[in-house]
Each structure stands twice: as C-alpha cells, then as structure tokens.
C-alpha cells in the first residue's frame, strides 16, 4: 500500500473566538462555494459579489491567488492581514515553442528537477535552468560567496553573504510595493520585514494592484490577527467590519499526527497502531518504510530529502524507488517487504548526526507554518529533517541504492 495522502492537504480554520457565531455566509477557500460567489474554477467572474461586502482571513499563499479575483467582483472586499507576504514579479507567459524545442531533449525533466533542488539548496549547481524567482536568491548567494576571498572563508563569512543577498532580495520586494500601490499607508502595510525563506515566498502580478481598486480595503492588524468574529462581521484592532460573507484563507494543517491527517491510524504487526510507532517522532528509512509496517510504502518529504520547495522532486523519486522495490519482490516472489528496526536506526541516527532545520522558517522568522507560528513545535520536531549532505546528494544516493539491486536495509519474505 502506498500512502501519498499530501502533506498539504486538510483545510485548518482558524482558532478565532466567535467562528460559529456569525450569520451570514463563510467557507474555506479549499472549499470555494461558486453556487455563492458566482464564476467557476475556470476563472469566470464572481459575479454574484457585486452587491456583497466580503472578508478574506488571510493573506498568504492561496490569498494571493484569490484577492485579485475577489477585487474584480466584490462589491467591497476587506482583507484582513496579520503578516503581509512577500510578492514578487510572477511573469508568467506562454512558452516560446521554439525555445522549447531546443530544449526538450531528451531526459529534460528530470535534468530541471535536479537543476532545480540543486540550485534551491544551495548545490553543486553551475548553472540555473530554472531562472525563476525561487532561483533568484540562489544565484545571488552564490555570487556573493563566490566573490570572498578563498583565504579566511568561514561559515561565519558565508552566512553573512547569505544575510547580505537575502536583504538585497527583500529590498528589491519591499520596493515594487511603493512602485505599484498607489496609498502610502496601504504600501506600507503590505510590506514584508523577515527574510524571504520565513514565510513561503509568493509571486503575482495582480495581487498588489487589487489594492488599487477603491472597493478592496486592506486591514492590517499589526500582527495580532482577527480579534473575534461576531454574527455580522469581523473585529479587529476594536473595530467591527461589517460582512455579508467570510472567506478563511487561513491554509492547511501542518505537523499535526500523521493519523489525524490521513484520516486513518494504520495497523501493523501485532496490532501496532502507527500512532503508537511514532509517539515519540517519526521513525523511517528514507522516509519511507517503517519498521513493523510491512508492505507500507510513505510518500512523503520528511527525512528524505526534506525538500518542501519542489514537492514533486520528492514524489518522482519516491515513486521510482517503490517500484523498483516492488518489481524486485514479485521477481523473488516475495509477499511482504520490511525495514529492519535496525536500518531504521540507523537512518534516524544518520539525519541526527547532520545540521538539522535550515534557516527556512527558523524560531526567529515571523510565525507562519514554516515554524510552527512560532510555537514550540516539542520533542518530535527534531526528527522532520533531512538527509545531512542536502537533497542534491540524497536523490543520488537514492538512485544508486535501487540501482544496485539489494535494497539495503530491506527484508523481503
């Protein structure tokens, strides 16, 4: 059984006094009600907003998205922020079917998706085929370290490189606010003061005109957040906002149990409830198999190549690597398929012995879900991390333990 439940997947609302209490109409934005709003997934306009006066809780990633539209079609929109996201230029346009053609050669995909992690976590990338603005901050820290004097370099030194472009990065962020929004105030609210990798970087090229329009009020509440929900509106900062309709931009749950997520708590050998197996943490090898969990193949990022930038890298590999497990035990006419516990050490004991967490989302960023909102993520975070030499270096390591055929750490009976 291949568990590919998503890590990013079951909506969270937000703890906010008086959620229940409000009479008029709300729904989570996983959850769009076009049968309210008008317009459908295609992008037709929501018309059925134009008498209405909206809330959007939230103005992170799916916010972003979703205020433009919004903005179109309210007929006054309320945006309630506690962070502002940095936005940069997005410059989505159809490909160029000649550039492609070029580059379609053969392999290209996977060529992109290693060219990618590699650039994104700071590989052995030599050059950028991704040229994106996940990339950016990539080649600039590399630029500069690249221009320190190879005599004295100390991680010391590196960091403060890293510090140096990511300020340059967030600068350049913080600047396209004043170009486009037209109120000084409004601008800026919306600017972002924490390094890019604190909060998940976003990129548009409408979000901050919907600010522009004369029916879209930004409401910023310093960081606090929404006070309390009544029955007729939102309060913040003392100030009720009076709404026919509340949208929760308020994103998915992240680091609850395994269980909780999946919807399901497994069974292992011996009635073993996984909930049981990972009371104290995660335990796997590659993130993948769990000891007493025969036949359970987890596809997942964490304590692989912990890459949460490009899940897909993650899920390619994963899905590689099980079926080639998977060919290799009807070959042998196995039936089950087990990770030693002592290979499970093993690996765990190996993640461990690495630098742990990243700067990404470290207790010093803003809150967001990157770090727990700023809350003590408790004992069990210490295993969500990754394989030590980065995840440039696990995807190879991964490629030559299926490619050579023993499958090291497995049982097949």
């Known amino acids: 059984i291949g568990l590919g439940t998503g890590p990013l997947h079951v909506p969270k609302l937000p703890g906010i006094p008086g959620i229940a209490d409000f009479k008029g109409h709300s729904f989570h934005t996983s959850r769009w009600d076009y049968a309210y709003t008008g317009g459908d997934p295609l992008g037709a306009p929501m018309e059925r907003l134009a008498d209405k006066r909206v809330a959007i809780i939230g103005t992170g990633a799916t916010s972003v998205q979703a205020v433009p539209h919004l903005a179109k079609t309210a007929g006054r929109l309320y945006v309630f922020q506690r962070t502002p996201s940095s936005v940069d230029v997005r410059a989505n346009a159809p490909i160029d079917p000649e550039w492609f053609e070029g580059v379609a050669t053969p392999g290209w995909q996977q060529r992109w998706l290693e060219n990618f992690t590699a650039n994104q976590a700071m590989g052995d990338a030599t ?52 170009a486009i929004v037209e109120d000084p105030q409004t601008a800026e609210k919306l600017k972002a003061w924490y390094r890019q990798l604190c909060k998940r970087p976003c990129f548009h090229d409408a979000y901050l005109q919907a600010f522009n329009n004369p029916n879209v009020t930004l409401v910023d509440t310093d960081g606090k957040g929404v006070e309390r929900i009544t029955e007729t509106g939102v309060v913040a900062a003392g100030t009720e906002y009076p709404v026919d309709c509340i949208i929760y931009a308020s994103g998915f749950e992240v680091g609850t149990p395994f269980q909780r997520r999946a919807g399901f708590d497994l069974t292992g050998r011996g009635g073993l409830k996984l909930s049981q197996a990972w009371a104290e943490g995660m335990k796997t090898k590659h993130g993948t198999h769990v000891h007493g969990f025969p036949n359970a193949f987890f596809v997942q990022p964490a304590q692989g190549a912990n890459l949460i930038s490009n899940v897909p890298h993650n899920l390619t590999e994963a899905g590689r690597t099980i079926a080639a497990i998977i060919r290799h035990a009807l070959d042998r006419g196995a039936r089950e398929v087990e990770v030693t516990e002592a290979a499970q050490d093993a690996w765990v004991d190996l993640l461990l012995s690495g630098p742990g967490r990243m700067m990404m ?36 390591y991964l490629d030559a333990w299926r490619s050579s055929g023993g499958f090291e750490g497995l049982e097949f009976r």
Do not use: H
């Not at 004097?149 to 340059?168: I, T, V, W």
């Not at 989302?361 to 295993?383: F, I, K, M, V």
């Open 127 to 178: 050059e950028d085929l991704v040229k994106d603005g996940w990339t950016d901050l990539s080649r600039r820290i590399r630029a500069k370290i690249a221009a320190l004097p190879r005599e004295g370099l100390s991680p010391q030194k590196m960091l403060a490189a890293y510090e140096d472009s990511d300020f340059e990065k967030m600068e350049e962020i913080r600047a396209r606010v004043d």
């Open 361 to 396: 989302g470290s207790s010093d960023c803003t809150p967001g879900y990157y770090n727990n909102e700023g809350q003590d993520p408790g004992p069990a975070a210490r295993l969500n991390v990754g394989y030590p030499a980065g995840p440039s270096a696990y995807f190879r």
